[in-house]
């Protein structure tokens, strides 16, 4: 497999709004990684975004952060996957510096969802015509997804809760985070209100904004920019029926499952050899089967392992270490990142107060649309 590292990270603190606009966003995160590396300038820029035709009226957005950034001349491009936006270009740069064609490459997420219209924005990434059209959302398919789950597996009322408490109580300790300050228990969750049943507020990941980027390399050359560069063990892809309606079983995440199959293969790993895990909790429901589809649990008993707190940072399997999509919070076009910061914040011991004892492997899995598009990448020491 082509060897790459991570040599320099940056994260923006996730505000409700952030009064920068996108532009000053995406360059100043941009200018703070490539100072994190020691860099002044690099040969591309790949950007995540989503929503900034609908929110911002504004496309093109990698060439317009580059500019804003003082890279002007580099290579700037812009990569959509919907909600997993900011992993695939992560990938894109991943294939870029792995292919020889690239030396140094900066990925930058970068979401403005706090101006109007975002929730009616997030639609699109189901199919216009035979959903959105029909009164399909995000939540609603996910809502049904769960219900599925709770009467298929005869799962409690109360199977789903640890999902947010735990990525509550490790948001405490992240200053990036949107609810550093907010004290989340199972009885906040339980009391909180339905959005659609059977899903609850603290079932879903908030609209925010922020920015985020992390600085690629060769592995050759990683030594000469960090004295910690992070090896990317794996970089992979894999879809579903686009439609939840058309896969013979909506509980099983298929996409997630080929996409973490082929980085395990790419890697020479298997789930056992995962030290933690940064997986898209933008629903609880997708925790609990992403846990499955990966291979931590079986089919129905994703949900034991949130419940017997297998999920914390002293489980067997943690998960949303500095917070989650639910906690930290979900710019989408720049999840990714963050969590990319977060895995390289572990495996070089500076989580703080979430540090895991002796990480070696972190692995990211990002969702696009209902479990349509996932990416899957791989990082070690």
């Known amino acids: 497999m082509p060897k790459v590292s991570i040599i320099g990270t940056a994260q923006l603190p996730i505000k409700k709004k952030h009064e920068a606009s996108l532009r000053q966003l995406g360059a ?17 820029l790949y950007l995540g975004n989503m929503l900034s035709d609908e929110l911002q009226s504004q496309k093109h957005v990698a060439a317009l952060v ?7 001349g580099v290579e700037a491009v812009q990569v959509r996957a919907t909600t997993a936006s900011g992993a695939a270009a992560l990938r894109v740069a991943f294939l870029a510096v792995a292919s020889g064609m690239v030396e140094t490459a900066v990925v930058v997420g970068v979401e403005k969802m706090s101006d109007q219209g975002a929730t009616q924005a997030l639609t699109k990434a189901l199919d216009a015509e035979r959903e959105v ?3 399909a959302t995000l939540i609603s398919l996910n809502a049904l997804a769960m219900a599925l789950y709770l009467e298929r597996y005869q799962a409690p009322e109360n199977a ?3 999902f947010a408490v735990n990525a509550h109580r490790n948001a405490r300790h992240n200053p990036h985070a949107l609810f550093q300050e907010k004290v989340v228990t199972a009885e906040t969750v339980l009391s909180s209100r339905l959005i659609v049943p059977p899903i609850r507020l603290y079932d879903c990941a908030p609209i925010c904004d922020g920015a985020a980027a992390v600085v690629l390399t060769a592995v050759k050359n990683g030594k000469q920019y960090s004295q910690q560069p992070i090896r990317m063990l794996a970089s992979s892809a894999a879809t579903d029926r686009f439609r939840m309606s058309d896969r013979p079983n909506p509980l099983r995440l298929r996409a997630a499952e ?7 293969k790419q890697a020479n790993m298997q789930p056992q050899d995962i030290d933690f895990f940064e997986l898209h909790d933008a629903f609880s429901i997708m925790s609990c089967l992403q846990l499955e589809a990966v291979g931590f649990a079986h089919p129905g008993t994703g949900w034991r392992l949130a419940t017997e707190n ?8 943690p998960i949303t270490t500095m917070g989650g999509l639910k906690a930290r919070g979900h710019p989408i076009g720049a999840t990714a990142l963050y969590q990319t910061c977060e895995i390289v914040q572990q495996l070089t011991g500076r989580a703080g107060s979430n540090q895991l004892a002796d990480p070696q492997i972190g692995m990211i899995q990002s969702i696009g649309g209902a479990g349509t598009a996932v990416f899957t990448h791989i990082l070690g020491v």
Not at 66 to 72: H, I, K, P, Q, V
Not at 258 to 264: C, D, G, M, R, T
């Open 66 to 72: 580059a500019d804003e950034a003082g890279l002007s």
């Open 160 to 162: 789903f809760v640890n």
């Open 310 to 317: 297998q999920i914390g940072l002293d489980g067997s399997i």
């Open 133 to 135: 059209r029909d009164g």
């Open 258 to 264: 080929l996409s973490a199959q082929q980085a395990f």
């Open 28 to 44: 100043r995160v941009t200018r703070a990684a490539l100072d994190n590396a020691g860099l002044e300038r690099v040969d591309a």
